[in-house]
């Protein structure tokens, strides 16, 4: 897991909630990254930082909100518009963008019940 | 468009057995190929990461192989341990993004 540490390691919400996920790192990566895996599928994308206070659209950002005040921290929102938000939701960092050595967090599993 | 697809999907061996797990894609212009295994329950680790120049790469008990030409990667284990029970998932970068591409995995199970 590196440097990387996500919390909580098991979420549960109820349908309607926001919630919001955390991911810090110790690496002083530039670049951070939020995924999506669900059974079956490979991780797929949701956002990503390059840079403190700047944030792009992955592959499937809709639902999702996410903010990079600090190097070391990029939360995820998970918010009632996301329609099937149960997943098992991994952060990454990397030294910069485009340097795709990417180090993964332990996850967080969200259930919505 | 770009994709990654492994197989098999699943597998089961015994220890100390030898197995070969399958990755093909369809990225272009590639990048490079990186092999990674993740436990249950946690994050992706990396094994390896190989080049357009390079065709076999190992780190222990794990070679990996790389035929850019035929764009096919296998990952082999060798003398399996019960500890090897994970999913190992191929993921590609190609040259034009900043993307990685991945697989859905091989989820492997190792019994005494």
């Known amino acids: 897991d590196g440097g990387i540490t996500q919390s909580p390691k098991y979420l549960f919400r109820k349908e309607g909630q926001n919630v919001t996920l955390s991911c810090e790192q110790n690496?002083?990566?530039?670049?951070m990254y939020w995924y999506r895996q669900d059974p079956g599928q490979g991780l797929r994308l949701i956002y990503y930082?390059?840079?403190?206070?700047?944030?792009q659209k992955g592959d499937i950002a809709e639902g999702y909100s996410v903010s990079r005040e600090k190097k070391e921290s990029f939360p995820l929102t998970v918010t009632s518009a996301q329609k099937n938000p149960t997943a098992f939701y991994l952060c990454?960092?990397?030294?910069?963008?485009?340097?795709?050595?990417?180090?993964f967090g332990p996850g967080t599993r969200l259930t919505v019940l | 468009k770009n994709q990654v697809e492994q197989s098999p999907q699943s597998l089961i061996i015994l220890e100390g057995k030898n197995c070969t797990l399958q990755?093909?894609?369809?990225?272009?212009?590639?990048?490079?190929l990186r092999w990674y295994k993740q436990d249950t329950g946690r994050g992706p680790v990396s094994l390896t990461i190989?080049?357009?120049?390079?065709n076999t790469k190992s780190n222990g008990r794990y070679t990996a192989t790389l035929d850019a030409d035929t764009k096919q990667s296998s990952l082999h284990i060798t003398a399996s341990q019960l500890s090897d029970s994970a999913s190992y998932i191929c993921?590609?970068?190609?040259?034009?993004?900043?993307?990685?591409?991945f697989g859905t995995g091989t989820r492997l199970q190792v019994f005494p």
């Open positions: 990454a960092s990397s030294m910069s963008w485009g340097y795709n050595e990417q180090f």
């Open positions: 690496l002083n990566h530039d670049a």
């Open positions: 930082s390059q840079i403190v206070n700047d944030f």
């Open positions: 990755c093909n894609y369809t990225v272009s212009p590639f990048s490079n």
């Open positions: 190989m080049t357009f120049s390079e």
């Open positions: 993921v590609v970068s190609g040259r034009n993004t900043d993307k990685l591409i």
